[in-house]
């Protein structure tokens, strides 16, 4: 059926401009394959114990418990940036600087405006309008002097998180109903 293609002029235009094979893209940018955790070593379903009911993505980027066989696959992914803040104890951290950065009356410039306090830095725009005298975290606008003192993570290649097979979501905030979703972060 395929033998009336001819692709003669395709080869010649690649060898023309110097191409280079799929596979050598592949083994060159490894690092973001393998350390990025694009190529899981294994995948899985979560599955809770009380329920009997796994995890599923339903729809967009929330996810639901659902029978095991219809659940979500998923694996390690997503790097931590170098001076992550450390896991143990953040979401009382971030509580308490969120608290603290919503009642204050501070003048604080969150990049090209100023705001009272950094948690209105973001005025409904998120991470993009919290810069300068503020930082962006798990969600929260705070004070970057605040998440500067906050105890980090060793730098580390791969894995901070969890991200749902074949997708590019990752699980960024936990959310009264469960785990949200993100685009994943690769580049450390």
């Not at 009642?103 to 990049?111: A, D, F, K, R, Y």
């Not at 004070?143 to 980090?152: G, L």
Request: charged share 20%; with cysteine; glycine share 10%.
């Amino acid at each position: 059926q395929h033998s009336n293609i001819d692709i003669a002029e395709e080869v010649l235009r690649r060898r023309s401009l110097h191409c280079k094979p799929f596979a050598y893209f592949l083994h060159r940018f490894r690092g973001v394959y393998m350390d990025g955790g694009l190529l899981p070593n294994k995948v899985f379903r979560i599955r809770s114990t009380s329920r009997g009911r796994c995890i599923k993505n339903g729809g967009g980027k929330h996810y639901v418990l659902a029978p095991c066989e219809q659940g979500s696959w998923f694996h390690f992914a997503n790097q931590a940036p170098n001076s992550f803040p450390q896991v143990v104890g953040l979401a009382k951290r971030l509580e308490v600087a969120a608290a603290k950065s919503r009642h204050s009356q501070e003048l604080v410039t969150c990049g090209e405006h100023q705001a009272k306090g950094c948690a209105a830095c973001p005025q409904g725009h998120g991470e993009g309008w919290c810069h300068r005298d503020c930082a962006w975290i798990m969600g929260h606008c705070l004070p970057a002097r605040e998440v500067q003192a906050m105890p980090t993570q060793a730098p580390q290649k791969c894995c901070s998180g969890i991200r749902e097979w074949n997708t590019i979501d990752c699980w960024d905030e936990l959310e009264e109903n469960g785990p949200r979703g993100s685009y994943c972060d690769v580049t450390g």
